[in-house]
């Protein structure tokens, strides 16, 4: 039943949430907003935009900024964040993630990336993944951002299959959100208390390939 696996980037193929953080941080500083990594959390999966404007609620500075000025203060986050990824290696890659892309790979599963991050291109360049994704998302080109299901829906359609024959993964809860609205199977990468809406949860990226592989297989006989 299952032909294809969808997934999220950020916590799930590589952890650039660090760099997000460490990002924001520097932003949120500049105009005197104290944010922490418990913060942090709840930016996950949410779009640069909406994670400014996030941060600006949480100082009481929503109405502070106009359009303009908050372009400025996103561009000065990425310009950061892209130093940041400067580092980015083929070992940032998760546990288990590029074993799970090979086997996926050689049992002709379609595979598509759907990340929020409009780096999300660069990124898998750096870690060499190309050959792996059929796809990557554009993040622009859907209407709303994860909670939202479109991102998932508009990957399973760029691979040509059926929301019905795709897996998707996913750390964060406002992602397992996005595939559990698409239609999709989701695998919850993180803690059980966050993630109890995915259909299985795993704790970390490690058991991956056999936890697709007994699901796809589960599928078969059900
Ligand atoms: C990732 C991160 C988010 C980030 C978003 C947008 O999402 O989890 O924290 O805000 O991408 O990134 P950028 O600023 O690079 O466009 P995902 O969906 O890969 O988990
Ligand atoms: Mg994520």
């Given at each position: 039943?299952?032909?294809?696996?969808?997934?999220?980037?950020?916590?799930?193929?590589?952890?650039?949430?660090?760099?997000?953080?460490?990002?924001?941080?520097?932003?949120?500083?500049?105009?005197?907003?104290?944010?922490?990594?418990?913060?942090?959390?709840?930016?996950?999966?949410?779009?640069r935009g909406e994670s400014l404007?996030?941060?600006l609620v949480k100082g009481n500075?929503?109405?502070?900024?106009?359009?303009?000025?908050?372009?400025?203060?996103?561009?000065?986050?990425?310009?950061?964040?892209?130093?940041?990824?400067?580092?980015?290696?083929?070992?940032?890659?998760?546990?288990?993630?590029?074993?799970?892309?090979?086997?996926?790979?050689?049992?002709?599963?379609?595979?598509?990336?759907?990340?929020?991050?409009?780096?999300?291109?660069?990124?898998?360049?750096?870690?060499?993944?190309?050959?792996?994704?059929?796809?990557?998302?554009?993040?622009?080109?859907?209407?709303?951002?994860?909670?939202?299901?479109?991102?998932?829906?508009?990957?399973?359609?760029?691979?040509?299959?059926?929301?019905?024959?795709?897996?998707?993964?996913?750390?964060?809860?406002?992602?397992?959100?996005?595939?559990?609205?698409?239609?999709?199977?989701?695998?919850?990468?993180?803690s059980e208390l966050n993630l109890?809406?995915?259909?299985?949860?795993?704790?970390?990226?490690?058991?991956?390939?056999?936890?697709?592989?007994?699901?796809?297989?589960?599928?078969?006989?059900?």
């Amino acid at each position: 039943k299952f032909k294809g696996v969808i997934f999220d980037l950020d916590g799930v193929v590589t952890d650039t949430a660090e760099y997000h953080f460490i990002a924001w941080k520097d932003l949120a500083d500049r105009i005197g907003i104290d944010i922490d990594i418990e913060f942090n959390e709840t930016l996950k999966g949410i779009s640069r935009g909406e994670s400014l404007e996030r941060i600006l609620v949480k100082g009481n500075k929503q109405n502070d900024y106009t359009q303009e000025e908050k372009d400025k203060l996103l561009k000065i986050k990425n310009d950061y964040y892209l130093t940041l990824l400067e580092k980015l290696t083929p070992k940032d890659v998760m546990d288990n993630i590029h074993d799970t892309l090979e086997y996926l790979k050689e049992n002709n599963f379609k595979v598509a990336l759907a990340s929020a991050s409009k780096n999300a291109p660069l990124i898998i360049n750096k870690l060499e993944l190309n050959e792996f994704f059929d796809i990557i998302v554009d993040p622009t080109s859907v209407k709303a951002g994860k909670p939202s299901p479109d991102i998932f829906i508009e990957g399973a359609r760029l691979i040509g299959l059926e929301v019905n024959e795709c897996l998707g993964v996913e750390d964060s809860e406002a992602g397992v959100t996005s595939i559990n609205d698409a239609n999709m199977y989701s695998i919850g990468i993180g803690s059980e208390l966050n993630l109890k809406h995915a259909n299985i949860v795993i704790p970390s990226t490690s058991a991956l390939k056999n936890t697709i592989i007994s699901v796809v297989e589960s599928s078969l006989i059900e």
